[in-house]
């Protein structure tokens, strides 16, 4: 299983950014693909996830309504969308998959996962 995440680089604060996981390896059907981001000297955090089986999607607060996460699973590729992008938003971006469909509760946790991706970088800065 491969998680190949790219997108990411320099936006001025405001800016717009999509990154792009290509999953492959991996029947994306019944899984569970989330967006994660790590800032410097800040513990990894959930930020997006969508369940492929129904689509049911669950964002952290600090994005919800900037970000959006989408599939295109003819592709096998989950996509993040984050407008309005502020500088607390710098980190490097990662993507994690599971083959289980996840209840809601457990969508943004770290520990659902099973594979990850590399990780892109994204800086909000001016």
């Known amino acids: 299983v491969q998680l190949q995440a790219s997108g990411g680089g320099l936006v001025q604060p405001g800016g717009s950014l999509r990154l792009s996981c290509v999953v492959s390896g991996f029947t994306l059907r019944s899984s569970t693909i989330g967006w994660f981001r790590q800032a410097p000297g800040k513990e990894r955090e959930g930020v997006a996830c969508i369940r492929q089986s129904d689509g049911s999607t669950a964002y952290a607060s600090s994005v919800r309504g900037r970000f959006t996460i989408s599939r295109d699973n003819a592709k096998n590729t989950v996509y993040l969308q984050m407008n309005s992008l502020q500088s607390e938003d710098t980190a490097v971006y990662y993507c994690?998959?599971?083959?289980?469909?996840?209840?809601?509760?457990?969508?943004?946790?770290?520990?659902?996962?099973?594979?990850w991706g590399q990780g892109t970088l994204v800086t909000v800065s001016s």
């Open positions: 994690a998959a599971t083959p289980r469909g996840l209840i809601r509760s457990w969508m943004l946790a770290i520990q659902s996962y099973d594979y």
